[in-house]
Every structure is written in structure tokens, then in C-alpha cells.
């Protein structure tokens, strides 16, 4: 549902949009919240945080619309503005387009335009809206922030949950580009960080397919965390298919004749998500850490070249969507007892 705030100091305007939009009303696709100035306006987008877009007039007691404009950024960025009103003119247009306004039509009003224009508007917020979901869930935001670019970015609950520590179930995955150090030997820095590069960009493609985000980047290697239903499954499906895609790459050319093979870490567990750096630096990551997260390090690290190494846990639980070829008992760092280990075939 869609909640659009509508100021008019006009009576009737309301009486309008609700007999114009009552289908859309009693089917629960609009929700309209309405207020008859600016001031009151700004009242009523307190009271309702999660509204989408403004339909507002210009000629208004108390506080006209394009004073509003000016305050509506700090009041909630997110919220889009549409100027209705009879004053049409160039000036007018420019004016609200510079401080702010997703658009204009001009009283009186035209319905079927409103509402395109009202569609155009909802699908924008809510393609910033994702935007904005995206980058917290693909942890872009690896650098500590102050207040001010917060409130850029959206709203306090962005600020809450951006800054928020829990713990997730979750799976982990370690990836490592098997004797890339000895390219980086012989060729051009320019040349070893484009190659790198391509790498990683066939890593993430295939890790996002399946719904997973890159945590970090570690030299020549990539550490990705998988949640929500069937994240192991789908974390076992994202290897599988990166290696086939990296198996399948020519040999760079140079006197090397370098072919880039995959070595892979995969364990699930419980694991601490949250801010992890140093405040006094302003350099805080947020990411995953624990026994299950280092179990997954030390997987990739005991991987030979091709191999995708899980555990005889993980194993049991995906032994009847995957082929596994038993690799035996291995000792990790910091495990008591020996483990064993599974290779995933396909």
C-alpha cells in the first residue's frame, strides 16, 4: 500500500481524491493522509514516517508549498513531492523544481494524469527504497559515518539497523584464487589488479545470483556470507557454479600461462553480526565473526586447488541435493579432535 500525504488547503480537493481514488482506497493500493498547510503538513509526516509521496499546493496559509519544499528534506528525505496547483507559470515550475519536486500539474486537475504521475512517483521511492536495502544487505558501508550522512541516507531506523549487532544463522564462504601471488610476481601492477579484478567480478556475480553478498575482498581472496532460507544450499550452489565459470577461463597470457583455479572454505552456524574496527579511526566493518566463521577459513585453507571442503555436519544436511566425495579426517587450527571432510563435487 502506498501512503500519499495530499496538502490543500482546499475543502474540496479532499472530497475529490476520495471519490476519484475510491476503488484504489477500498483495494487498499493508496492510502491518502491529508493536511491543509505546510506547517501541518510536516505535523502529519511525523505522525506518518513511512509515507511515499506529497501532493502539494503552492497558495497556502500558515506556510505555503515551496517553504515546504525547503523543510521537507529535513523532515523525511525519502518522501517525493508533487506541486498540484493553479499556478503554472515557469517561475513557479522552476522555483519548486530547484527545491526539490519530483514533479508538477497544474489545477485544475486532470485525474488519469495525476494518477500516472502518482505511479511514476511510487515505483521511484520504491526503487530507492531497495536501493538503499541493497547497500546495507551487500555491505557497502564499510566506513564509520557521523549523523549527517545518516540522515542523507534515509531515516533513524537505517541509522538503528545499520549500527545494530545480533546473532545470525548463517552460512560463510572462503575463497581463495590458488597461486595468484606468483603472477603478481612477473607482471606489471597495472596488469595483476585488472586480472584480479575480473576475477572478483565473476566471484560476485555468481554470489549475488544466489542471494548471498560479498563481505569482504582479502588480498586474492573473498569472504561471502549467506542468509535466510537455504543459505547453505544456496551458498554450495554459488561455489559450484564460480568454479565451473573460473575452470572454464583461458590461460593469461603471459610466460606463466597462469590458470586460475579456486580453493573454497563453506561452514553454517551461529555467528555475531555486527560493527567491528575502531571507533577513534572512524573505521568500523560490519560483519560476521565466530567459531563457525573461522571453521569456514580454515576449510578453504586445507582446500586443494578446485576443491569445495564443508563438513561432515554440513554434509548431512545437503548429502541429498549434492554429490560429496568423502576427502577423510583433517586437522584444523584450534580444533581438539580431528574433522572430517567433505568435497562437493556438483
Known amino acids: 500500500m502506498a501512503k500519499i500525504l495530499v496538502v490543500d488547503d482546499?475543502?474540496?480537493?479532499?472530497?475529490?481524491?476520495?471519490?476519484?481514488?475510491?476503488?484504489?482506497?477500498?483495494?487498499?493500493?493508496?492510502?491518502?493522509?491529508?493536511?491543509?498547510?505546510?506547517?501541518?503538513?510536516?505535523?502529519?509526516?511525523?505522525?506518518?514516517p513511512d509515507a511515499d509521496i506529497m501532493l502539494c499546493d503552492i497558495n497556502m496559509p500558515v506556510m505555503d508549498g515551496l517553504t515546504l519544499l525547503t523543510k521537507l528534506k529535513e523532515s523525511n528525505s525519502l518522501v517525493r513531492a508533487v506541486i498540484v496547483s493553479?499556478?503554472?507559470?515557469?517561475?513557479?515550475?522552476?522555483?519548486?523544481?530547484?527545491?526539490?519536486?519530483?514533479?508538477?500539474?497544474?489545477?485544475?486537475?486532470?485525474?488519469?494524469?495525476?494518477?500516472?504521475?502518482?505511479?511514476?512517483?511510487?515505483?521511484?521511492?520504491?526503487?530507492?527504497?531497495?536501493?538503499?536495502?541493497a547497500i546495507k544487505e551487500n555491505n557497502i558501508l564499510r566506513m564509520y559515518v557521523d549523523e549527517t550522512v545518516l540522515n542523507f541516507m534515509g531515516t533513524r531506523e537505517f541509522e538503528s539497523s545499520l549500527m545494530a549487532n545480533e546473532t545470525v544463522n548463517a552460512t560463510v564462504v572462503f575463497i581463495d584464487i590458488c597461486s595468484f601471488t606468483t603472477i603478481s610476481e612477473s607482471q606489471p601492477p597495472d596488469e595483476v589488479v585488472k586480472l584480479l579484478n575480473s576475477y572478483f567480478d565473476i566471484m560476485v556475480q555468481e554470489i549475488i545470483a544466489q542471494g548471498g553478498y560479498v563481505d569482504k575482498f582479502m588480498g586474492d581472496a573473498v569472504m561471502a556470507v549467506f542468509r535466510g532460507d537455504f543459505h547453505l544450499d544456496?551458498?554450495?550452489?554459488?561455489?559450484?557454479?564460480?568454479?565451473?565459470?573460473?575452470?572454464?577461463?583461458?590461460?593469461?597470457?603471459?610466460?606463466?600461462?597462469?590458470?586460475?583455479k579456486l580453493a573454497m572454505g563453506i561452514n553454517s552456524g551461529e555467528m555475531i553480526s555486527g560493527n567491528i574496527g575502531s571507533a577513534k579511526l572512524k573505521r568500523l566493518d560490519y560483519t560476521v565473526i565466530g567459531d563457525a566463521v573461522n571453521t569456514a577459513q580454515r576449510l578453504q585453507g586445507a582446500a586443494e586447488p578446485g576443491q569445495i571442503l564443508i563438513t561432515e555436519a554440513s554434509y548431512q544436511s545437503v548429502k541429498d541435493s549434492f554429490n560429496c566425495q568423502k576427502v577423510g579426517e583433517v586437522s584444523l587450527k584450534n580444533k581438539r579432535n580431528p574433522v572430517t571432510l567433505y568435497n562437493v563435487l556438483d
Do not use: W
Not at 26 to 38: H, I, P, Q, T
Not at 91 to 102: C, E, K, L, Q, S
Open 10 to 48: 482546499e475543502v474540496d480537493l479532499e472530497m475529490l481524491i476520495k471519490q476519484k481514488f475510491r476503488q484504489k482506497i477500498r483495494s487498499k493500493d493508496y492510502e491518502f493522509v491529508f493536511a491543509c498547510n505546510g506547517q501541518d503538513a510536516l505535523e502529519k509526516l511525523q505522525q506518518n
Open 86 to 133: 493553479a499556478y503554472g507559470d515557469m517561475d513557479n515550475i522552476r522555483t519548486a523544481m530547484n527545491r526539490g519536486a519530483f514533479d508538477f500539474i497544474t489545477k485544475p486537475v486532470n485525474f488519469e494524469d495525476l494518477d500516472v504521475t502518482m505511479v511514476k512517483t511510487i515505483e521511484h521511492v520504491l526503487q530507492t527504497r531497495q536501493t538503499l536495502k
Open 234 to 260: 544456496r551458498a554450495i550452489e554459488a561455489s559450484i557454479s564460480l568454479r565451473k565459470k573460473i575452470d572454464s577461463l583461458p590461460a593469461h597470457k603471459d610466460k606463466s600461462s597462469f590458470m586460475p
